[in-house]
């Protein structure tokens, strides 16, 4: 029982203005709840931990939150991002309605409630001196270092969706001498505000390409020497579409030191070489006109309990190759969808195999992409497993199951994909320019090791 609702109507309507009123005339007398944030004392031990990896002096974001006087003069601006969850950049949705994910990087309530009374409140310095030490960079212990060769990334102005970008390929022999596995990796950008993301590809040299009577270090060679002063060549999507190839991990701003979840590995073979791609973003930034070389180190073992796999599939971008002509997506709407759907065996994974776990999910689309939604439905059951309802090209990557979601011998997944093509005069058509749109799921998942 409450008292209002015993009240009459015009009482009630006075009952709710009353603490309005309190707040508004009475704040100074009010007795302290908590003391008022500072600066170094509150906000600072947060944004350490959650923003300035990328928000430091040269760093990836075009401000610094390590310093007082950059962090107050955006307060307001602060409190916005991180309430609406914009910052730290988190692209699939972690609310425990689509999947439960590891985000221990994302801000807890109580941050999120810190942040906003200093912004909103006196915003004070506090003592600089009793600011938390800065926390020493974490780094993969026993890796082995690859260069990307030194390069200083162009810009396209002939291609208006990579008028800021470039998308450059590398090949990277790794040395092996034996079948490994990759069970950890940290990437380093050499200039870090450029540095947009980093895939890592598997490819065999000596295997057989795509085009009739090539290998595929032939294919890899010819791309290269098309431009013989500058290292790598220019890759949108994958490596190569003459060769095959398959995704080993990615990395994307904010990621630091990477270790493979549930005690599983990428496998390796001794014969294979990786292709590095690294994506320049070079609008507005103050690395324009540098030379960059990213340093990616991995680690090895020599036995993992299971084989960690990435699975990627995108069933609107192989109807390019079916006979009835590919499909595409209509233009001039706002939120044109396209769904499609696989079961566990066309997905690759054999069907004598037990129920497998789904390690992680980064899910893909080009410039247009909207929103993404991944549903498993297995047996009975339908789950929603990854949702984007915001989608962001620069901010891609793959996020971790806390609780891993299962592929049983039943499960078929579901992907739906909006895209926004107000701007196309003709039907959007699949591909892997960046004119084109993709639909592309990729999951890592655990096998067992015998295959
Ligand atoms: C992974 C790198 C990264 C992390 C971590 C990060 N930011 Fe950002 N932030 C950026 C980049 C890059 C931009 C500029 C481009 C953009 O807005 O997407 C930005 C923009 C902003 C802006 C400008 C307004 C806006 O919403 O775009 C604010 C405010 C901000 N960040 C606050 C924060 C705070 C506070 C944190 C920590 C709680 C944080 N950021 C963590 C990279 C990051």
């Not at 971008?317 to 595409?328: A, C, H, K, R």
Request: hydrophobic share 35%; with cysteine.
């Amino acid at each position: 029982m409450t008292r209002t609702t015993t009240l009459p109507l015009h009482a009630r309507g006075l009952a709710a203005l009353v603490p309005l009123a309190f707040s508004l005339g009475c704040a100074a007398e009010e007795p302290e709840t908590a003391p008022e944030p500072t600066f170094w004392q509150d906000v600072a031990p947060i944004t350490a931990s959650k923003c300035t990896a990328c928000h430091q002096e040269g760093g990836l974001a075009p401000f610094r939150l390590d310093d007082y006087i950059s962090a107050k003069a955006r307060a307001g601006a602060i409190d916005d991002a991180v309430q609406g969850g914009h910052m730290p950049p988190f692209l699939v949705t972690h609310d425990g309605s689509c999947g439960d994910f590891e985000d221990e990087e994302t801000l807890t309530a109580g941050e999120l409630d810190i942040i906003h009374r200093w912004a909103t409140g006196a915003r004070a310095e506090g003592d600089p001196t009793g600011a938390p030490p800065a926390t020493p960079a974490p780094t993969l212990e026993g890796g082995v270092d690859y260069m990307t060769p030194p390069i200083t990334p162009v810009a396209d102005p002939e291609n208006p969706l990579a008028a800021h970008d470039e998308w450059r390929c590398f090949q990277v022999d790794p040395g092996l001498d034996a079948d490994r596995f990759i069970t950890g990796y940290q990437v380093t950008p050499g200039v870090r505000s450029i540095v947009h993301h980093v895939t890592i590809y598997r490819v065999t040299p000596s295997d057989a390409s795509l085009v009739e009577g090539k290998t595929n270090q032939d294919v890899m060679t010819e791309l290269d020497d098309a431009s013989p002063d500058r290292p790598g060549w220019e890759c949108f999507g994958g490596p190569a579409e003459e060769m095959p190839f398959q995704p080993l991990l990615a990395w994307a701003p904010g990621q630091v030191v990477v270790e493979f979840p549930g005690g599983t590995g990428a496998p390796v073979s001794a014969k294979d070489h990786f292709v590095v791609q690294v994506h320049y973003n070079i609008h507005d930034h103050a690395g324009a006109g540098a030379e960059d070389s990213t340093r990616v180190r991995l680690r090895y073992e020599d036995t993992v309990e299971r084989r960690a796999v990435f699975l990627g599939d995108d069933a609107f971008l192989t109807t390019l190759f079916e006979p009835d002509g590919p499909d595409s997506l209509p233009p001039g709407q706002k939120d044109a969808g396209y769904t499609w759907r696989k079961t566990r065996a066309e997905l690759a994974i054999d069907p004598a195999l037990p129920p497998i776990e789904v390690l992680g999910v980064m899910p893909h689309m080009h410039e247009r992409g909207r929103t993404f939604d991944t549903r498993v439905t297995s047996g009975e059951q339908e789950s929603c497993i990854a949702r984007v309802e915001d989608w962001d090209v620069h901010w891609q990557g793959m996020y971790w199951y806390r609780t891993r979601p299962l592929l049983d011998p039943s499960s078929s997944i579901e992907v739906t994909c909006t895209f926004d093509t107000r701007d196309a005069e003709a039907p959007v058509l699949p591909g892997w320019g960046t004119q084109n749109e993709m639909c592309n799921l990729n999951i890592l998942v655990a096998l067992p090791m015998t295959p």
